[in-house]
């Protein structure tokens, strides 16, 4: 029998609802255009309303079950092809980053999701839509909402449970987890958890075709009859259970289990048990593990508390496994409520262990069941406090400025944010570096001023007027007022403005795409192939025309197939764009530097590398542009090149470079910078012991460039910190700390890692 939902008035105006919500949504940034964005949209909407049309629509007496699945999955069908032609109507609006994936997106995403969810409500409408069921208006649209709700919260208690944060789910299809990982997983693993789905599909037409209609009215289970049909849906719904079952396997879902087998590796510290990877030696594993116990011990000095007693660092090998087995790739996580935290390795001191560590730590005061800050009893999480704890607890060590130093930057370029947008959900909307450094900015004012008990409280739920005896607009003034009285530089405001003057993730064009694009052009650089780099690239500007990276990238592809010419012409285009910001135009002028140090021209070199260093406070940056300033012809020159730039159609090779810095290093016996050099990169390649070599005969040598001397004495430090050689350590610090050219930042670096290191109490 052919029923049509849609002659009923309430499903058109369930219709109507779901495609005004949809067409507004698309008017958001985040959601415009034909992307995952829009497909997570869809499918968190489609789904509920295909289920509750289908589930309270009242079928003609005689219906057979399954002429109500087919109704259902028609009804599901209708409103996925009416989301997806929304979405390529915004997509059309604003840009199609890639048709072909944003299909496949919406296709196995809220297409498949509204299916499932006609299914859904074709099983609610014939299990509760007959007399026998008392009330059965109010239950049909409610049992119908259940079941996408009962999903979720399946995802929702993975999440709780286990370190994952991704979700594979069957109404909404594929959440990715992180805000600020760009690059989506391969849609390789929701095809396969579709086929679930699909067998799933198949298991309940194939049941349905068994039930047949009475004479006396109802339907009769005909199994004997139909036993072919019931055979299909038992294998079917078999091969649906397997695909659940391996799940771990196929990257659906992961278990705190699953991901330790995975690992397979672990040992225990004073305060942490390192999980961590085959691929990673033990060496650093239990560098690492005193790492942890040393920021555990600051962390709780900061707070003024006791954190918990043991916490669980998950230590991945890189990004890819990070992200394969827990679905963050590229960010950094924390779960306070398990006392998580979940990292990839590198190197020594680690970057972000303490940041990580401070949110367990934090959550040792924080509230509700993720233990964060938060409105209604932190069952709603506040991002600022969040985050903004953890920077001031645990500031970033490589910054040349301190955190009221870059919030002073931002107020005099009058790119400083309102506290009120800081410390809710606009959080997630601002750049990321303004937000945290805001954030973490004003939390340390409010500790250095009130002291750490105040702070706890406001974590833990109590009014910032209970905590502090001030309302926030009031504090703010104050902090402001703080901030006018720090004096900062002009190249540090020229540094601020092309760190913070940028947008959010959200406000790029087509980040997923563009972001794994360059992934590619960067491979195929890599492997030799700038021609298929120049296309890629080219790509990338078709999608994002502005694209500065894209840009440099023909450039790099030019000057790798050998052109210097035509490279040197691109690059200064880029640096004649009176559109492009001073600093995006400085990074061409750099790019032509260094094709003129290759070529030996290094007076114009020279000249450019100088007009650089006048323009930013960066610390490497700066301490790399003297070395290349410091280039004379013949071995200085080949190491460096080769080291920094590269020779002709080949990139930088630290192999090649580390015969010449060899060479050098032999040849100039009162030169350390080729010592430096070769125990820096010997360092941030694992090599500590070689390294220390180098650089004791480094600084035993001349280093006339002041910032590698510094850096020098800085790395020397974390190797004798590492090998506990406390004697040495102590006259290491003691040597930097000494220095009239620490900056505040790096002077109150060193501190906070001597006191973690045992240098210094």
């Not at 064009?509 to 690239?537: K, R, S």
Request: aromatic share 10%; proline share 5%.
């Amino acid at each position: 029998m052919k029923v049509n939902i849609f002659s009923s008035r309430g499903s058109r105006i369930v219709l109507g609802i779901t495609a005004l919500a949809l067409g507004v949504s698309g008017f958001l940034p985040l959601f415009a255009g034909f992307s995952y964005e829009a497909a997570l949209a869809a499918g968190l909407i489609v789904p509920v309303a295909v289920s509750i049309v289908t589930a309270t629509f009242k079928f003609p007496n005689g219906t057979s079950p399954l002429d109500k699945l087919r109704s259902g999955l028609g009804t599901g069908a209708i409103f996925a092809l009416v989301a997806l032609g929304l979405s390529f109507l915004h997509g059309l609006r604003v840009q199609i980053c890639d048709p072909v994936a944003g299909l496949m997106g919406f296709v196995l995403g809220p297409g498949f999701g509204a299916l499932m969810a006609g299914a859904w409500g074709s099983v609610v409408n014939l299990v509760i839509n007959n007399e026998r069921v008392k009330h059965r208006k109010f239950w049909l649209p409610l049992v119908a909402f259940l079941g996408p709700l009962s999903t979720a919260l399946v995802s929702v208690g993975r999440f709780y449970t286990s370190p994952m944060v991704f979700a594979y789910d069957p109404f909404v299809g594929y959440f990715a987890g992180p805000l600020y990982d760009t690059v989506l997983r391969s849609q390789e693993t929701l095809l396969w958890y579709r086929l679930g789905s699909a067998l799933t599909l198949l298991a309940l037409t194939a049941l349905l075709a068994v039930w047949k209609s009475a004479p006396a009215g109802g339907h009769t289970f005909a199994w004997r009859s139909r036993l072919g049909f019931l055979g299909l849906s038992v294998l079917a719904a078999s091969l649906s259970g397997a695909l659940i079952w391996l799940g771990p396997e196929l990257g659906h879902y992961r278990t705190a289990a699953s991901i330790r087998v995975a690992l397979g590796r672990s040992l225990e510290t004073r305060r942490c048990d390192i999980i961590y990877s085959r691929n990673v030696q033990l060496k650093t594993a239990e560098l690492l593990g005193r790492e942890c116990d040393a920021h555990v011990d600051a962390l709780e000095r900061f707070f003024g508390t006791r954190g918990p007693e043991k916490i669980t660092v998950f230590l991945f090998s890189s990004p890819d496994e990070k992200g394969s087995l827990m679905g963050a790739a590229h960010t950094y996580i924390a779960k306070p409520w398990r006392r998580e935290i979940y990292i990839q390795q590198a190197g020594y001191p680690h970057p972000v262990l303490g940041h990580e560590l401070a949110h367990v730590v934090a959550g040792s005061f924080g509230q509700g069941p993720f233990k964060v800050a938060g409105a209604f009893g932190g069952w709603l999480p506040d991002p600022g406090r969040i985050e903004g704890f953890a920077v001031a607890a645990s500031p970033n060590e490589e910054d040349e400025l301190t955190l009221q130093e870059w919030a002073q930057t931002m107020q005099k370029l009058g790119l400083l944010p309102s506290l009120e947008n800081i410390f809710r959900l606009g959080f997630l909307g601002q750049n990321s570096g303004v937000a945290y450094t805001v954030a973490g900015s004003f939390t340390a004012w409010l500790r250095g001023k009130f002291g750490p008990e105040p702070l706890r409280k406001w974590y833990g739920g109590a009014p910032i007027i209970t905590a502090f005896g001030k309302e926030l607009p009031e504090l703010e003034r104050e902090w402001r007022a703080s901030l006018n009285q720090i004096a900062v530089s002009s190249e540090a405001l020229k540094t601020a403005r092309a760190r913070f003057d940028q947008p959010s993730v959200f406000g790029r064009t087509c980040p997923h795409v563009v972001d794994e694009l360059f992934g590619e052009a960067g491979q195929l650089i890599g492997i030799g192939d700038p021609a298929q780099a120049e296309q890629v690239y080219r790509k990338i500007l078709e999608l994002d025309t502005r694209n500065l990276g894209a840009r440099l990238g023909l450039g790099l592809c030019a000057d790798r197939r050998g052109d210097a010419t035509l490279a040197l012409q691109r690059y200064q285009s880029i640096a004649n764009d009176g559109a492009l910001h001073w600093a995006e135009r400085l990074s061409a002028q750099e790019s032509r530097a260094d094709i003129l140090l290759r070529e030996g021209k290094l007076a114009e070199a020279r000249s450019l590398y100088a007009e650089i260093a006048r323009a930013f406070v960066d610390e490497d940056r700066l301490r790399q542009l003297d070395v290349k300033s410091a280039v004379e012809p013949g071995m200085s020159r080949d190491a460096t090149v080769n080291l920094l730039i590269g020779e002709g159609t080949r990139g930088a090779s630290w192999d090649v470079a580390a015969v010449e810095l060899g060479r050098w290093f032999e040849a100039a016996p009162n030169a350390g910078l080729p010592g430096f050099l070769l125990g820096k990169n010997l360092f941030n390649r694992g090599y500590s012991t070689k390294a220390a070599q180098f650089l004791d005969q480094a600084l035993a040598r001349e280093i006339p460039l002041p910032r590698v001397k510094k850096e020098a004495l800085r790395v020397r430090l974390f190797i004798a910190c590492a090998d506990r050689d406390q004697s040495k350590a102590k006259a290491l610090y003691a040597e930097l700390t000494a220095r009239a050219d620490l900056t505040l930042a790096q002077r109150e670096a060193l501190g906070r890692f001597a006191r973690r290191c045992g240098v210094v109490f």
